[in-house]
Structures are given as structure tokens and as C-alpha cells.
Nanobody
Framework: QVQLVESGGGLVQAGGSLRLSCAIHGRTFSSAPMTWFRQAPGKEHEFVAAISWSGDRTYYAPSTLGRFTISRDNAKNTVDLQMNSLRTEDTAVYYC???????????????WGQGTQVTVSS
């Protein structure tokens, strides 16, 4: 059973930065891309960013491209998300997990963990 533990969220002013981290427990190998999704109150889960197993390919939602950077360390089984120039609309609970891409959409494979809350104030 895979356990995903997200951390690093918090309260930050617009324009600020946060770095999220995801620790992956119970899975030592997977060729699936790792992703970050987020869910704002009253909304569906939204794709944020993805990274291939080797780390040589990254994908971003249009709203995060140029501001967010996803990275992974397979030796440590972690996936990070560096978030810069944060906006109030980035406020959400952020989740990590493996996913697959079909067309231009991403579909989660793992069950959601507890997530980490990011709140951006104006």
C-alpha cells in the first residue's frame, strides 16, 4: 500500500514562495510520472505539474508554467514542488501522486493523501 505524505504548505503573501515536498512510502520503483494536483474549496482536483520517472520531462498547467518547478529524487523517493510568484488563486490543498497522461489530461493512479494546505493572502 503506497502512502503519500505531503508537507511544506502554509500561509504566504501574494508574490511569495513555498516549497512543497512529497514523501513516497511503500513503493520502491515505479515508471509512472509523479504529479501534483490541487483542490480549491468547492472545486474539482486540478492538475498542477508532472515529472517523468527519469526527471527529464516536465509538464505544467498553463496557470503554473513559469512560476512552479517540479523535481524528484528517486534515491530518496521524494517529489518537490517549488512555487514562486504565488497568487491568491493558488490557494488550495496540494496533493502528490502517480498519474498517467491521456491526451492533454492527467489521471491519478494513487489514492489521495492528506495533502498540504497552501493559502496565499492578498
Amino acid at each position: 500500500q503506497v502512502q503519500l505524505v505531503e508537507s511544506g504548505g502554509g500561509l504566504v503573501q501574494a508574490g511569495g514562495s513555498l516549497r512543497l515536498s512529497c514523501a513516497i512510502h511503500g513503493r520502491t520503483f515505479s515508471s509512472a510520472p509523479m504529479t501534483w494536483f490541487r483542490q480549491a474549496p468547492g472545486k474539482e482536483h486540478e492538475f498542477v505539474a508532472a515529472i517523468s520517472w527519469s526527471g527529464d520531462r516536465t509538464y505544467y498547467a498553463p496557470s503554473t508554467l513559469g512560476r512552479f518547478t517540479i523535481s524528484r529524487d528517486n534515491a530518496k523517493n521524494t517529489v518537490d514542488l517549488q512555487m514562486n510568484s504565488l497568487r491568491t488563486e493558488d490557494t488550495a490543498v496540494y496533493y502528490c501522486g502517480a498519474a498517467y497522461q491521456h491526451g492533454n489530461k492527467w489521471y491519478p493512479i494513487d489514492s489521495w493523501g492528506q495533502g498540504t494546505q497552501v493559502t496565499v493572502s492578498s
